[in-house]
């Protein structure tokens, strides 16, 4: 602003001497008064001035500095603009950043409890049947949202129920079934109270930042006639999902 108001000033003071140079060749001595040298008695003050007014004259040198001035208004507008561009990507960066952490230290989850079979075939029902049942709870501080669950065991093909209920934090939970046959190959194992079979689930519920995650579940079951029951988690592996998508080559 200062460098654009000195050249304004030398711009004006420049039009100034024009002007008074101007003035003084309208009053000039005629040249045929001079006879020896006649042009010498004009004034002519645009040509005797210093050759860098020529910069700063109207109105070639004073555009010029206007379309030079305007330029460097532009780049200094450009990187003023990249600057805050800069500084809103870095703060946008921090957002999400915090954001990740708060879904990191609120992170939720779902647990199955109360695996048990129920409903017992009168004596000598062939193929036995079996019902495995659980419930889904939710551990956590905030409400979550069950969306579906895939259940099956492993073998067979699964079942995927669609839900929209919601759990509040250690309150009410959401039973599961799994119904099965024993086979004929498996009959023997399974009046020995020997027969075992894998359930696999997999639970899709919305967390409290609305975001849908996938649980997988697996429970290693020890079934018999009537009451016997025993069943222990066994380790993470692929779920249902990823078990039967044609996709996957495992």
């Known amino acids: ?22 003035r003084q060749n309208n009053t000039a001595i005629p040249a045929g008064l ?48 990249k600057k805050a561009a800069a500084a809103g990507q870095v ?32 004596p000598g029902t062939d193929p036995p049947r079996f019902t495995i049942s659980a419930e889904i709870r939710n551990p956590t501080q905030a409400p979550v949202t069950i969306r579906a669950v895939q259940i099956g065991m492993v073998g067979k093909l699964p079942i995927k129920y669609e839900f929209n209920t919601v759990l509040a934090p250690r309150g009410d939970s959401l039973e599961i079934t ?22 696999q689930v997999t639970v899709n519920f919305i967390d409290c930042f609305e975001k849908e995650r996938p649980q997988p579940f697996r429970r290693a079951c020890l079934i018999g006639p009537r009451d016997q029951f025993r069943s222990v988690p066994m380790p993470e592996l692929p779920t249902i999902a990823e078990k039967h998508n044609p996709q996957n080559p495992n």
């Open 1 to 22: 602003m200062a460098f654009f108001a000195v050249i304004l000033g030398c711009a004006v003071y420049i039009a100034r001497e024009d002007r008074d140079a101007a």
């Open 34 to 81: 001079n006879k020896n040298h006649p042009q010498e008695s004009l004034i002519d003050a645009e040509w005797n001035a210093p050759i860098w007014y020529g910069f700063l004259r109207w109105p070639y040198g004073t555009t010029a500095w206007a379309i030079i001035l305007t330029l460097f208004a532009i780049a200094d507008q450009s990187e003023q603009t």
């Open 178 to 199: 799994c119904y099965g046959t024993v086979e004929a190959i498996a009959r023997e194992f399974y009046d020995a109270g020997n027969f075992i079979l894998v359930v």
């Open 91 to 122: 703060a946008a960066e921090a957002t999400r950043d915090s954001i990740r952490l708060q879904e990191a230290l609120n992170r939720q989850w779902v647990e199955i409890t109360g695996w048990r079979k129920e409903g017992f075939d009168p």
